[in-house]
């Protein structure tokens, strides 16, 4: 149980596009979901709060007009990076809670 | 905001001997510590957790020790194996928020 899917798995964009990642939870509901943001070899660095129903909570320094986040039902969360640069590349990763945390499988982002 | 801090950042033992890693929180309202290990390109995995009611918890090879007064808590590996080689990160958390404090990772490398 407390499976966590993410889409896509990794994505090739030029820069100026805006790209869509899905995370979602599979066999739970989830309330709160999480995005995060790493970069090689670091930590995992929290960008957002995703609540079902409401607007997302944005960590300080992480822009929401360009990382654009819908909690559109209990089991999807969707990030939107918009108009991408080369220094948005990185791994992405979201986790749903219930109980804790369980985190996707990750999708990483290459801005060309 | 919380602030964890995690060490060793590297740690290389022999097969068969311990490990231990160990963690540091300044929030004294969180109450929430779990630690996820992590292979490359993959997603952290919980492998344990301690609420702060408790000051030990222990599944098979891993146990977690939490001393509240001193905020600091240590997750422990004995008779490793060459598996056991990941990144290994603890966070701590106030579970009215359900967000999670990372600290920086440790790199344990199992030499067989």
């Given at each position: 149980g407390a499976v966590v899917s993410q889409h896509p798995s990794w994505v090739i964009c030029k820069s100026g596009t805006s790209v869509k990642i899905e995370c979602r939870s599979l066999d739970f509901q989830a309330t709160t979901m999480f995005w995060y943001r790493q970069f090689p070899k670091q930590s995992l660095m929290l960008m957002a709060t995703s609540n079902e129903g409401s607007k997302a909570t944005y960590e300080q320094g992480v822009e929401k007009d360009k990382f654009l986040i819908n909690h559109?039902?209990?089991t999807l969360s969707t990030l939107t990076v918009t108009?991408?640069?080369?220094?948005?590349?990185s791994f992405y990763i979201c986790s749903a809670y219930m109980e804790t945390q369980y985190f996707g499988p990750g999708t990483r982002l290459l801005v060309l | 905001g919380e602030n964890v801090e995690q060490h060793p950042s590297t740690l290389s033992v022999q097969e068969g001997d311990s490990a231990v890693i160990k963690c540091t929180y300044s929030d004294?309202?969180?109450?929430y510590f779990p630690w996820y290990k992590q292979e490359l390109g993959k997603r952290p995995q919980l492998i344990i957790d301690i609420r702060s009611n408790v000051g030990e918890k222990k599944d098979q090879r891993i146990a977690v020790t939490l001393n509240k007064t001193a905020k600091h808590f240590s997750l422990h590996i004995t008779e490793?194996?060459?598996?056991?080689?990941a990144v290994y990160f603890c966070a701590a958390s106030e579970s009215r928020f359900n967000k999670f404090y990372f600290g920086s990772g440790t790199k344990l490398n199992v030499k067989p």
């Open positions: 559109a039902s209990l108009s991408a640069h080369p220094e948005d590349s | 004294s309202a969180s109450n490793t194996q060459p598996e056991d080689s």
